[in-house]
């Protein structure tokens, strides 16, 4: 039985479910894992992930169909980048195996929180690694907790698809060239707030943020990707190494190649050279797709398809995206994995 929420008005926020997944690796190994009613976690004042951010976490979305049952979109994939985000901060590797069962296990156990089809709305998963103990040195944690919890989330567009405004940032970086960009840890989002704040503050959804090494090229938006649909039909999303690898964006140059005709291309995209485009969007498990109206750069303002409607592409990428996530479309082998 789903529980009486206001499925249509859920934001993104937290909500205490009955059960999350622990597991507590120590000695060189995982333990087995267990659901838990405990929502408090109980560790050192000395863990390294509060004092030297060696953390990681994951997010995916689990999700109703028509027939009532639950699916989750690709977790194999947030498996292994939670695996190199560890590797890069000297974590111990979560396997794949453990983390998908994880994650089914609190779907199931909060399977009454799980949206129903029809409201857009989600079972947000949120898997978080962190090194913990009593080590005050600058080194790796020999104890690690891994928990998954979940909450239910609305639909990031109540009232259908629509672009807003971005703010491209010369005078912050959220990541450094060489430093950890591509993992996916708590330490860049730190470094995000302040230009996050300035963005809202100022009128913007969010930050775009530029390559740290040039300030030439989009980098990422926010907590999301960038992708351009570009005049000659090519589907655009930046290269670099300090950008997260966002599962989403590498769902859409498959779809956009296979599904919609589109060249893929991972390039660079030069703030100077935005006309290229005709469309633009960003992309993540949280964002979906949101598509982008116009970005600020200094008293340069540039408008990609329109402030107030949604480009053509775009639109079919989101109806096809959300299809094969809600189980509606068919897709790719291998993309859905049901929670029985
Ligand atoms: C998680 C994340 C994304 C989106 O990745 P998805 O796998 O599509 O959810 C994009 N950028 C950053 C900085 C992220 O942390």
């Not at 206001?6 to 909500?15: A, I």
């Not at 109980?42 to 028509?66: C, D, M, N, V, W």
Request: hydrophobic share 35%; aromatic share 12%; glycine share 10%.
């Amino acid at each position: 039985m789903t529980v009486d929420l206001d499925w249509e008005n859920l934001g993104f926020e937290y909500h205490k479910l009955p059960y999350r997944y622990l597991s507590y690796y120590k000695d060189g190994k995982w333990d087995e894992g267990k659901l838990t009613e405990d929502a408090t976690l109980h560790i050192s004042e000395s863990s390294p992930a509060l004092h030297y951010g060696q953390q990681a976490f994951e997010g995916l979305k689990a999700y109703r169909t028509k027939d009532g049952s639950v699916q989750l979109f690709r977790p194999d994939q947030n498996a292994a980048r939670l695996q190199r985000t560890a590797d890069r901060l000297l974590m111990p590797q979560v396997p794949t195996d453990k983390f998908i069962d994880a994650c089914k296990q609190v779907v199931k156990a909060n399977e009454d929180y799980v949206p129903p089809y029809g409201t857009g709305a989600t079972l947000y998963l949120r898997p978080l690694l962190i090194g913990v103990g009593d080590v005050i040195g600058v080194h790796p944690a020999d104890e690690y907790i891994f928990t998954v919890f979940a909450m239910p989330v609305g639909n990031y567009f109540k009232g259908g698809l629509q672009p807003t405004n971005f703010l491209i940032q010369d005078d912050y970086d959220r990541a450094a060239p060489h430093g950890t960009g591509a993992a996916k840890v708590g330490g860049n989002y730190a470094a995000s707030l302040m230009p996050g704040d300035i963005a809202h503050n100022t009128g913007f959804s969010d930050v775009i943020y530029l390559d740290p090494a040039t300030h030439t090229k989009i980098e990422e938006v926010g907590s999301a990707n960038f992708f351009g649909i570009s005049k000659d039909d090519e589907f655009v999303t930046p290269l670099s190494p300090s950008i997260l690898p966002s599962i989403t964006k590498y769902s859409l140059l498959y779809l956009a190649e296979h599904n919609l005709g589109l060249k893929p291309v991972q390039g660079d995209v030069f703030i100077d050279d935005l006309d290229r485009f005709k469309e633009a969007g960003a992309c993540g498990t949280a964002a979906v797709i949101s598509p982008i109206g116009g970005v600020q750069h200094g008293d340069n303002f540039h408008v990609f398809y329109s402030e107030t409607e949604v480009g053509p592409i775009t639109r079919k990428l989101y109806d096809l995206l959300t299809g094969i996530q809600f189980g509606d479309v068919e897709g790719p082998e291998g993309w859905i994995y049901k929670v029985d």
